[in-house]
Nanobody, 118 residues
């Protein structure tokens, strides 16, 4: 499975961005998808996850109510809609995927940089 993340950029506080992650190389169905982020000088951290059906989502407390994860299985793409962005959201955002019964994130995208200016 190959993952290609896109949509990052430089925005001001309070702005919105939508990240996309396109998967290829294998049938997208039955793969759980997630977004993680790594801020400068910090460990990679979980942001959001969506089940392979799209019916279940979970968010980190820091983004709950501002970010929305979704997927389009017909397009093999997962999205992260980010609203009300804050400077502390500045990070490289990575998408990841695993088969829905697995515990480890087996495949990672290359990351897309989001910079939020104050």
């Amino acid at each position: 499975v190959q993952l290609q993340a896109s949509g990052g950029g430089l925005v001001q506080t309070g702005s919105s961005l939508r990240l996309s992650c396109a998967a290829s190389g294998r049938t997208f169905g039955r793969y759980t998808m997630a977004w993680f982020r790594q801020a400068p000088g910090k460990e990679r951290a979980f942001v959001a996850v969506v089940s392979w059906t799209g019916g279940s989502t979970t968010y980190a407390d820091s983004v709950k109510g501002r970010f929305t994860i979704s997927r389009d299985n017909a397009k093999n793409t997962v999205y992260l809609q980010m609203n009300s962005l804050k400077p502390e959201d500045t990070a490289v955002y990575y998408c990841a995927t695993k088969y829905y019964t697995d515990s480890l994130w087996a495949y990672w995208g290359q990351g897309t940089l989001v910079t939020v200016s104050s």
